[in-house]
């Protein structure tokens, strides 16, 4: 039976009153322990999800997500009125996902034209898309000029150049941003950092590139330049790199003349917790600092403050959605360590893998008793490196017991791969003791679905 058929939960108790304050961090704000004891999200428990739906099982809190959105909303309204907000879709582009967003009041950015495709689909009007990419090629550019996107992020010569022919060839314009690379990097993990010099992404600003691709941009009849962007780097607990972005490219804008650079996007990279020791920023300190980074810098250049956006991914979704898991064996090698399989791992989560980042684990039942020694937590697939958490701080777990990932909402899914022919998981949006399945389980038929 699914739970959206069944009576609501009886309202269980807050999480805070019954043990899993400790992890508040992490969870989605509905967390609470409900009246048998098992860990319920949104009001609904996850055990019932997990035998309804199956595992691993992807939950968002949908009532979480738009309060998120609309907190970023919000804080933007307050901080620079009029300024925009960009949902960063690589972190999740799910269609239920991108239809909260929108309805939030958030554009969509999109990076392919696999994402751009998700975001038509899902309703986003192509005015509140900008679409990026390093490498857009000459077929994503047909569909980003035959959807009439809001804004092309250009990001570099050789795509300026496809961009121009082929909006030339259609006659019509193209309004684009130009994307900076500032020399300047968050203090971040060197895979998702992005301003530094040596970086794939942008036009590097102190080669000139920056203001010589601005140059193209305004003498093009078919390109519009609508203003400048930059994203220093993703995961970021500290916000030090704005305001020295922000002076970078006000220097810029005063140097290239800022008469057409009426946006500046300063792009996403605010962290969130993973684990229960992380502090990140709230959303209005990241708002405000980003604003008055951008003010200050404008202000310094004595040139006129412009419109602003912020482009935040990660800390749109991460938080609302959690990872549930089923114990398949446990195993102890004496005086070494004990191994907790669970039925996922790297397919479904592979930022463990790829960043060393790290996560914390609940048991769903009971989550609150006495944590025994730390266990290594597992994945299915043929790699020793499928290590989901190193050292997992878990109550006593048998087969057949589930566990819970907080904080698994951004780039979880998102990054989820076939490897070893695993199905991808379901994902299930839950609010108010209602929960409804919103992408189905692959199927081993799926997965021979494109063999010939
Ligand atoms: N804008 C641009 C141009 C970006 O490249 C990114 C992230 C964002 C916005 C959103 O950043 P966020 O607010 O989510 O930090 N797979 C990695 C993250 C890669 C981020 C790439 N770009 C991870 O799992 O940590």
Avoid at 339 to 359: I, N
């Amino acid at each position: 039976m699914s739970p959206s058929q069944e009576a609501p939960l009886a309202r269980p108790e807050p999480a805070s009153a019954a043990g899993v304050s400790a992890y508040a961090q992490v969870l989605p704000s509905s967390a609470e322990i409900g009246p048998d004891g098992h860990l319920a999200i949104g009001g609904c428990d996850l055990a019932e999800l997990a035998d309804a739906h199956g595992t691993p099982l992807v939950v968002y809190d949908e009532g979480h997500l738009r309060r998120t959105a609309h907190d970023f909303a919000d804080a933007m309204s307050r901080h620079a009125p009029g300024g925009e907000v960009v949902y960063a879709s690589k972190a999740y582009w799910g269609l239920a996902m991108l239809r909260v967003v929108h309805e939030a009041g958030l554009a969509v950015d999109v990076a392919s034209g696999g994402e751009l495709h998700a975001a038509l689909a899902a309703g986003v009007p192509a005015d509140r898309i900008y679409m990026h990419g390093n490498n857009k090629d000459e077929r994503e550019i047909e569909e980003l000029l035959a959807a009439r996107v809001g804004a092309v992020v250009l990001d570099g010569f050789d795509e300026l150049d496809r961009l121009e022919r082929a909006a030339a060839a259609r006659g019509v314009t193209q309004r684009v941003l130009v994307r900076v690379t500032p020399g300047v990097s968050g203090d971040t993990h060197e895979y998702i950092s992005t301003g530094q010099v040596d970086s794939k992404f942008g036009f590097p600003l102190a080669s000139g590139d920056a203001a010589a691709a601005i140059e193209r941009v305004r003498e093009s009849p078919s390109l519009e330049l609508g203003g400048l962007h930059v994203h220093i780097g993703s995961q970021l607990l500290d916000l030090s790199g704005f305001p020295s972005a922000a002076a970078v490219l006000a220097r810029l804008a005063r140097e290239v003349g800022a008469e057409d650079l009426g946006l500046i996007n300063m792009g996403g990279g605010l962290g969130v917790a993973y684990t229960r020791d992380q502090r990140p920023p709230s959303i209005d300190e990241f708002v405000a600092t980003v604003v008055e980074a951008v003010r200050a810098a404008w202000s310094a250049e004595g040139i006129p403050m412009p419109r602003l956006a912020i482009e935040p991914g990660r800390a749109v979704v991460a938080r609302a959605g959690v990872t549930v898991y089923r114990v398949g064996g446990v195993k102890d090698i004496p005086g070494v360590r004990r191994y907790v399989s669970v039925d996922g791992g790297m397919s479904d989560l592979l930022r463990p893998m790829l960043y060393g980042a790290t996560y914390e684990a609940l048991r769903v039942t009971r989550p609150a008793d006495e944590p025994v020694e730390p266990v290594r937590l597992v994945g299915k697939h043929c790699e020793s490196g499928d290590v989901l958490i190193s050292e997992a701080h878990l109550p006593e777990v048998a087969a057949g017991d589930l566990i819970c990932l907080p904080a698994t909402g951004a780039y979880g899914v998102a990054m989820a791969s076939n490897y070893n022919g695993v199905p991808r998981p379901a994902v299930v949006f839950v609010d108010e003791g209602h929960a409804r399945v919103v992408a189905r389980r692959e199927t081993y038929a799926d997965l021979l679905s494109r063999e010939l």
